[in-house]
C-alpha cells in the first residue's frame, strides 16, 4: 500500500504537465483509487487470516495469493492507463526543461525521493509492534 500511495503522489504531481481532459483525470483518479481500494482488501483478508490462525494451511495460502493476484491485476491495468496517458516525449521534454530552467527545485524531488524511501521502507516498522499485540491478546483469549 505504501508504494502505491507514494506512487500515487507522484504520478498526480507529474500529471500536471500533461494537457489532459476532465475525462483522462477522472479515468486517472479512478484508476488510482481502484488500486487503493484493491490494497485495502488484501490487507483486510490478510489480516483477518492471519487472526485466524498461525498456523499454515493450504486454503489460508490459496485465499492469500488470490488476494495478491487480484491487486497485481489492478496494478497492471493502472500501470497500462498510465502509459497510454503519459507516454509523449513533448511532455517528458517539458518536464525535463521545467527542472532544468529550475535547478533549485532538484533539491526538494530529491528529499522527497529520500522521505517517500523512508515511508515505504520503515514505515511499517511502527505498527509491527501493535500487530503483535493484538496477536498475544487473541492468543490469551483462545
Known sequence: MRFHLVAAVYVLVFANFYNMTKTKWA??????FLVMAAEAF???????????TKEYHPMI?????????????VSIGAAAVGIILFWDIEAFKRIIFYFADNPLLIIPLALSVV??????????RLFKNKNLDIAQKRDKIS
Do not use: M, Q, R, W
Not at 522521505?115 to 511499517?124: D, G, K, Q
Open 115 to 124: 522521505v517517500s524511501l523512508l515511508f515505504i521502507c520503515f514505515f511499517p
Open 61 to 73: 495460502k490459496s485465499v492469500k495469493d488470490a488476494a495478491s493476484g487480484a491487486v497485481l491485476l
Open 27 to 32: 479515468l486517472l483518479v479512478t484508476v488510482i
Open 42 to 52: 488484501n490487507t483486510a483478508i490478510e489480516t483477518l487470516c492471519d487472526y485466524c
